[in-house]
């Protein structure tokens, strides 16, 4: 991310501090937590303090041992180590590092004319209450979890990147496939993950379904690959952080029914991707997959069914492969710059599933198809 979204992104929680007449918005996390490694862009395996303010604070504090690598990777304006804030003369008199590390902090925030701190669902319980007991604390909805959700050039860039990869790691898939008969739907995992990692990604969990099973639209997929098999593939890169989301139902051997769910789901996919655009609802977006789909006679979620198109059009892609926006019934604005997926599926438990999924990258007029491949995949024997 450059210095120039740095500071866009800096200068927007300002007015979030004074609509809850706050001072700061504090963290406390990993890098694993996707709005920590938005706002400091520093990859650290144990948790850290950050803070920002409606005084143009922008602080990590870190322990000592990652002072020089923060101060030469974050993005943050200010990096301060434990040392420095006096936590070890502290943790001397109190024995205990959580009340040593709570008070370092505490004095830190007053230090700085903090009297009320905004704090995300996901703080930690043992700095909220201590916290709680000496000044004011709001929870709130991480503001950065908002700003995520438009994604500036450096991102698309790292979205684009693990896409070309999924679609690598795809065709590597349907070679194997193509080659070996019987193959499990655990081997064919493992092979798809193991490509992966050599690429630079981690892919867990790759859903590799087959048969019945794959009626269950999360059935990671088990046993032999039976006539279809649904592979949905959402690595991260190991560099950047960033994820993309991509499905193919292939077919092995034809299967009137699961041909027609698939040549509906196709329809519906590519009927969303072309209203697509700035400005539009994401809910406009939803009905109009449920409409090809119950037109085609199916049953979707709208309809409050059990069976058929049963959950959201999509979901925002990024640091994190399920967040903002969410395609579905809501009153979300889809904005220039968004990235999110359009997979429609249909599942009934005595056939078994489809699904096709693109990540797509939203324009001023339509969109741009990060993950483009066939629609419809078919190895027949």
Do not use: W
């Not at 690959?225 to 991260?236: K, S």
Request: proline share 3%.
């Amino acid at each position: 991310m450059d210095g120039k979204t740095v500071k866009h992104m800096v200068s927007a929680i300002p007015e979030m501090l004074k609509q809850h007449d706050a001072q700061f918005f504090v963290m406390y996390a990993s890098s694993k937590n996707a709005n920590f490694y938005y706002a400091t862009r520093f990859k650290i395996p144990d948790p850290a303090f950050y803070m920002i303010g409606d005084d143009g604070t922008d602080l990590l504090v870190v322990h000592d041992m990652e002072k020089r690598r923060a101060e030469r990777e974050s993005k943050v304006k200010e990096i301060a180590s434990l040392k420095d804030l006096g936590f070890y003369e502290l943790l001397k008199e109190k024995k205990n590092p959580s009340d040593a590390l709570c008070q370092t902090l505490f004095e830190l925030i007053r230090t700085h004319g903090g009297r009320k701190v905004l704090v995300p669902p996901d703080f930690p319980s043992f700095l909220s209450f201590y916290f709680k007991e000496r000044m004011s604390v709001e929870v709130v909805e991480n503001p950065f979890s908002k700003l995520r959700a438009v994604k500036k050039g450096e991102e698309i860039l790292e979205i684009r990147r693990t896409s070309e990869g999924i679609i690598r790691s795809l065709e590597y898939a349907l070679k194997l496939l193509d080659s070996k008969s019987g193959m499990k739907c655990e081997e064919l995992r493992n092979e798809i993950e193991l490509f992966l990692f050599k690429e630079g990604f981690i892919a867990e969990e790759t859903i590799v379904s087959s048969g019945l099973l794959s009626a269950d639209p999360h059935e990671i997929g088990r046993g032999e690959i039976e006539d279809h098999v649904i592979i949905d593939i959402f690595p991260r890169s190991k560099e950047s952080n960033y994820h993309s989301d991509f499905t193919r139902t292939v077919i092995l051997r034809k299967n009137p029914e699961i041909d027609e769910m698939l040549d509906a789901v196709i329809e519906a996919k590519n009927k969303a991707i072309s209203l697509i655009r700035d400005g539009i609802l994401a809910k406009e977006i939803h009905h109009a997959v449920c409409d090809v789909l119950e037109e085609r006679g199916y049953t979707t979620l709208r309809s409050k069914a059990s069976e058929g198109f049963i959950h959201s059009t999509g979901h925002g892609v990024g640091l994190e492969i399920h967040e903002e926006p969410r395609i579905f019934e809501n009153e979300d604005v889809i904005k220039k710059g968004m990235v999110f997926t359009v997979e429609p599926g249909l599942y009934y438990k005595k056939i078994g599933g489809v699904r096709v999924e693109d990540t797509v990258l939203v324009k001023q007029k339509g969109c741009e198809v990060l993950t483009s491949y066939k629609d419809y995949v078919t190895l027949e024997r």
